[in-house]
């Protein structure tokens, strides 16, 4: 079993930023990407970035430029910075693990941005 625990969400004004930071524990393999998704009222989850173990990454075209996606392998651990927040961002963000052809996910939390 795999646990994902979240953390960082919160409210914050327009331009403002937030670090979300999300630990991994039980039966992690090394080979494993992962990231952030987010899901807002009435709307699909999206990707928001993804890190492999290698560090390369991938970013919404919506957030490039603005977040930083990180990993400490060490500590099985992805974290978020996200600067120059917009109201668009709004929405609930849940860290996700994908490894030998599964995905685990947190149980999410809350970031919004005021105008």
């Known amino acids: 079993q795999v646990h994902l625990v979240e953390s960082g969400g919160g409210l914050v004004q327009a331009g403002g930023s937030l670090r979300l930071s999300c630990a991994a524990s039980g039966s992690i393999f090394r080979f494993n990407i992962m990231g952030w998704f987010r899901q807002a009222p009435g709307k699909q989850r999206e990707l928001v970035a993804r890190?492999?173990?290698?560090?390369?990454?991938v970013y919404a075209d919506s957030v490039k430029g603005r977040f930083t996606v990180s990993r400490d392998n060490a500590k099985n651990s992805v974290y978020l910075q996200m600067n120059s927040l917009k109201p668009e961002d709004t929405a609930v963000y849940y860290c996700?693990?994908?490894?030998?052809?599964?995905?685990?996910w947190g149980q999410g939390t809350q970031v919004t941005v005021s105008s």
């Open positions: 890190i492999l173990p290698d560090g390369s990454t």
């Open positions: 996700n693990v994908a490894m030998v052809g599964n995905n685990y």
